[in-house]
């Protein structure tokens, strides 16, 4: 007698937004009302998460600095693991699943072990966020190049972030909090301005949204200063004085800087 063949699983790597759940695409969602299994990161919003039918079953793998609920392995292994077990997994993650969501090495991972695929694209961070905070990435007067850079990664100080920010350039950073001081540092002895403008965005797109401003000098002790909360974004460039934010000040003058800045 021929065996019935188990039911093809499938997993798809889906991007969740960067919080606000009207910013998820309709293919994601369509995902998450017919998936079996629904693995996260701790970034994806309450909103987000809420759309999950109750049936479904959740995995949590949210991640914090320094500290995992489960290695990046091991989710690759679940991954895999529970989608040759035939069912319909989705791997949800915020933003956008190929900008610094590890999203290349899930993928990776499945293609290694023979797993059926796909990626669905989602709204990153830099995108979503500077749109709530009414700041434009790219201006046609202030710049024309923008770059997305990593602040936890490891010798900060080594790495190469020549021509990144600077006249006609936007510089997004992303995980940058806990060295934002360094980042400044960094920036000024490469020859960035020190009156520059820059950005902090605090729970893009969330309810409770809150964009501060002030210039590159003063960007590590504007977060210790507001205490200034993950997740949070930093945008340095002539743009970021474009912003609908609110002027945080480590010395007087310094909102005329700003305004005025060219």
């Known amino acids: 007698m021929e065996k019935t063949p188990i039911s093809a699983g499938k997993l798809w ?32 919003g309450e909103g987000v998460l809420a759309l999950i039918p109750a049936h479904v079953e959740r995995i949590s793998v949210a991640k914090q ?16 693991r529970e989608t040759l077990a035939g069912r319909q997994v989705v ?13 290349g090495e899930e993928l990776d991972a499945a293609r290694k072990s023979g797993v059926a695929v796909e990626v669905v694209p989602g709204i990153t961070a830099a995108a ?13 007067e202030d710049a024309s190049a923008v770059s997305f850079v990593a602040g936890q990664c490891k010798d900060l100080t080594d790495q190469d972030w020549s ?10 950073i992303y995980m940058g909090l806990a060295t934002a001081s360094a980042i400044a540092d960094k920036l000024i002895a490469d ?4 009156d520059l403008p820059v950005a ?14 002030t210039l590159l000098t003063d960007l ?12 949070s974004l930093i945008i340095v460039g002539k743009v970021a004085s474009r912003a609908d934010a609110l002027d945080c000040l480590g010395a007087p003058g310094v909102a005329e800087k700003i305004r005025d800045f060219s």
């Not at 020859?191 to 020190?194: N, R």
Request: glycine residues 14%; positive net charge; aromatic residues 2%.
């Open 13 to 44: 790597l889906v991007g969740a937004g960067p919080g606000d759940p009207d910013m998820l695409t309709l293919r994601a969602a369509r995902l998450l009302a017919s998936a079996d299994l629904v693995v996260h990161d701790g970034l994806v």
């Open 65 to 80: 600095r320094s500290r995992h609920t489960m290695k990046q392995d091991l989710i690759n292994d679940l991954l895999v």
């Open 91 to 103: 791997r949800l993650k915020g933003g956008d699943p190929f900008i610094f969501g590890r999203g």
């Open 128 to 140: 979503g966020c500077a749109a709530q905070a009414g700041l434009p990435l790219t201006h046609r």
């Open 163 to 172: 021509g990144l920010a600077g006249h006609g350039r936007t510089l997004v």
């Open 191 to 194: 020859g960035v301005s020190p």
């Open 200 to 213: 902090v965005i605090e729970r893009g797109t969330a309810a409770d949204a809150r964009v501060l401003r």
């Open 220 to 231: 590590g002790d504007l977060v210790a200063r507001e205490k200034v909360q993950s997740p």
